[in-house]
C-alpha cells in the first residue's frame, strides 16, 4: 500500500506530493491443481466427503495491517510521534482526526481493542493459521528513510497487539517495513521474533528475505508462506534484499523468468501435504481494474510454481477474486487496519469497510473447499461488524468484479459472504 497523509486536504493532493511510498514439475503441479475441480456456480462449501472435510486446513487472510503512526499513540506504549511528512509532523494528529470524525477513543486502549469484534469471529471460524500483511516497522529508531514521504512505526512496546489476534506470520515485503532505515528493519525482525510470530518477505539478505514461514499443523500438514512485493507498490528498488544486504523479496517483474525463480524456491521446500501461499504485495491503492500482468502472473504461480494460493494486497479495499484450476487467487484484500478514519478523498471504495477471508483447502490437492468472509467496518480505530446494508453494499461489489473473474459472491443471512464458482 503506498502511503497516506492528509490535514486539511484530501487524499488525492497528498498522493501527488507522496514518494511512492526454479522451475518446478509442472505436470505434477498441474495434476494437483485440477484435482476435485468443481463446475461453474457450485458452492466451495460442498465437499466430496466427511474425511476431507475434517483433514481440510483453514486460513485466516486480510489485507494491511497498519498499527504505528495514529493506532501507536492509542495503544499503552507511545512511541516518538515526530513525522517527517508534507502535511503532518506528529502522529498524535492522526488520533486526533479519527476522534473528530467519529468520537473518542478510549485511550490508552489494551492491546486486544483494536481487532474488536473480530476476536468472536476468529473464535467462531477457528482458523488453523493466520497471515497479515503487517505495514509498519517495529522500532524506535529515529532513521526515517529520506524522501520516503510517509513512515510507519509502532513503538516494540506496543508489539503484544499483533500477539492479541494470534496472528501466526505476518508477510513483511511491503513498502513501509524499511520506512525507518536498516537498524528499523532489524529492530522489526527481532521485536517480532521474541514475540514467536512468524514473519516472510524480509530479512538480513536475500535468502533470509525470499525464505518461506513455515508453520506446522498438528495432524493436518504445513502451510508455507512466501512474502514478496513488486515496485508496482510503490517498494523503492534499493530496498530490495541482495546477497549481503537486508531488505525486501522484491521482484523484478511478472515475468516467465521470474516465476522460474520463484518456482525453484518453493521446489525446494515443498512436501506432499503442504499448501504454498503467495502472499504479494502489488498495484495501486484504487479502484478494481485487475491489470493482465497481474492475473498471467498469477495463473503462473499455480501452473509452474506449486502454489495453491495467492494472496494479493496494496488496494486500500477488497478486489475481484478468482478460482483459478480449483486455487484461490486473491487480487486484493484491501486495508484491515489503519489510521486513516477523517481523511478524505475516495469515499465511493469505502475504504472504511474491510474484509476477514476464511479459506478452506485440502492439503493433499491445495485446492479451495470453501471461501467464507467476514465483513467488518474500521471505526475508533477498532474492527466492528458491518451492518447489513454494508455487508450488501460489499457482496454486490465484489460479486461484480469477481463475475468478470467467473466466480461470484453471495451474501448469506447472518451478513457473511461466501464466494462460489
Not at 75 to 91: K, N, S, W
Request: hydrophobic share 40%; proline share 5%; aromatic share 8%.
Amino acid at each position: 500500500m503506498k502511503q497516506r497523509s492528509a490535514d486539511k486536504v484530501g487524499r488525492r493532493e497528498f498522493l501527488k506530493v507522496s514518494a511512492a511510498g526454479t522451475l518446478g514439475v509442472l505436470s505434477a503441479f498441474s495434476r494437483a491443481a485440477e484435482a476435485g475441480q468443481q463446475s461453474m456456480g457450485q458452492a466451495g462449501s460442498v465437499t466430496d466427503d466427511r474425511q476431507t472435510a475434517s483433514s481440510a486446513v483453514k486460513l485466516f487472510l486480510c489485507g494491511d495491517v497498519m498499527t504505528g503512526r495514529g493506532i501507536d499513540q492509542a495503544l499503552p506504549h507511545p512511541g516518538d510521534p515526530r513525522l517527517f511528512e508534507p502535511y503532518i509532523t506528529t502522529a498524535v494528529r492522526y488520533l486526533e482526526l479519527a476522534e473528530e470524525a467519529n468520537g473518542p477513543i478510549p485511550k490508552p486502549v489494551d492491546f486486544s481493542y483494536i481487532w474488536g469484534d473480530a476476536l468472536d469471529q476468529f473464535d467462531c471460524m477457528a482458523p488453523d493459521v493466520k497471515i497479515a500483511n503487517l505495514e509498519t516497522a517495529v522500532t524506535r529508531s529515529n532513521e526515517y528513510w529520506p524522501g520516503k514521504g510517509i513512515n510507519y512505526r509502532m513503538n516494540p512496546g506496543n508489539i503484544a497487539c499483533i500477539t492479541a489476534a494470534g496472528i501466526d506470520c505476518c508477510a513483511l515485503a511491503n513498502n513501509h517495513v524499511l520506512d525507518w532505515g536498516y537498524n528499523g528493519l532489524a529492530e522489526t525482525l527481532r521485536s517480532l521474533r521474541e514475540a514467536r510470530v512468524n514473519t516472510a518477505g524480509a530479512g538480513s539478505n536475500l535468502d533470509e528475505a525470499s525464505a518461506p514461514a513455515v508453520i506446522n499443523i498438528p495432524g493436518k500438514g504445513r502451510a508455507v508462506i512466501f512474502s514478496l512485493a513488486s515496485e508496482t507498490s510503490g517498494v523503492p528498488w534499493s530496498w530490495a534484499a541482495a546477497p549481503g544486504k537486508p531488505g525486501v523479496y522484491l521482484i523484478r517483474d511478472f515475468s516467465a523468468r521470474t516465476v522460474r525463480e520463484f518456482a525453484a524456491k518453493v521446489s525446494a521446500v515443498k512436501r506432499q501435504g503442504d499448501v504454498v501461499i503467495a502472499s504479494i504485495h502489488w498495484g495501486g491503492n484504487w479502484g478494481y481494474e485487475i491489470p493482465g500482468p497481474h492475473r498471467t502472473f498469477a495463473h503462473r504461480l499455480i501452473d509452474r510454481a506449486g502454489v495453491d494460493l495467492v494472496h494479493g494486497h496494496s488496494s486500500h479495499h477488497p478486489r475481484g477474486m478468482e478460482v483459478y484450476r480449483n486455487k484461490l487467487i486473491l487480487y486484493g484484500c484491501g486495508d484491515f487496519l489503519n489510521d486513516y478514519e477523517g481523511i478524505s478523498g475516495y469515499e465511493a471504495f469505502r475504504g472504511d469497510l474491510t474484509l476477514m477471508y476464511f479459506a478452506r483447502l485440502e492439503p493433499a490437492s491445495g485446492r479451495l473447499l470453501d471461501l467464507e468472509m467476514r465483513p467488518m467496518q474500521i471505526r475508533n480505530f477498532r474492527l466492528k461488524r458491518a451492518s447489513s446494508q454494508d455487508a450488501g453494499w460489499l457482496a454486490k461489489v465484489l460479486d461484480r468484479e469477481s463475475s468478470k473473474l467467473g466466480a461470484r459472491v453471495e451474501a448469506r443471512d447472518d451478513h457473511s459472504l461466501v464466494l462460489r464458482w
